[in-house]
Nanobody
């Protein structure tokens, strides 16, 4: 059974830091492209950061480049998002996503976690 469970959200003051975790089970983490998305009230869900399945290359949204760092520990089956210099506009529910292919590339598997709330406020 595939599961993605986020944790680490909370309330933090502007300029502060948080580290989100996404604990995965039911699939091989190193073979999946994994991402962090976020959704603020009244806004569409947006991609924050991603890591490829092969090579582990990372990409970031312009709005978080230089402040957020995505990492993945394949042995622990966990993905992280270190968030520094947080701003009020970073307030959102943060979701973990994993995508991988099976059946010789014919079947796309796409799973989401339940989300964790991050609130940046003084």
């Amino acid at each position: 059974q595939v599961q993605l469970v986020e944790s680490g959200g909370g309330l933090v003051q502007p300029g502060g830091s948080l580290r989100l975790s996404c604990a995965a089970s039911g699939f091989t983490v190193g073979r999946a492209a994994m991402s962090w998305y976020r959704q603020a009230p009244g806004h569409e869900r947006e991609l924050v950061a991603s890591i490829t399945s092969v090579g582990g290359s990372t990409n970031y949204a312009d709005s978080v480049e230089g402040r957020f760092t995505l990492s993945r520990d394949n042995a622990k089956k966990t993905m992280y998002l270190q968030m520094n210099s947080l701003k009020p506009e970073d307030t959102a529910v943060y979701y973990c996503n994993a995508v991988w292919y099976t059946d010789y590339g014919r079947e796309r598997n796409n799973y989401w976690g339940q989300g964790t709330q991050v609130t940046v406020s003084s």
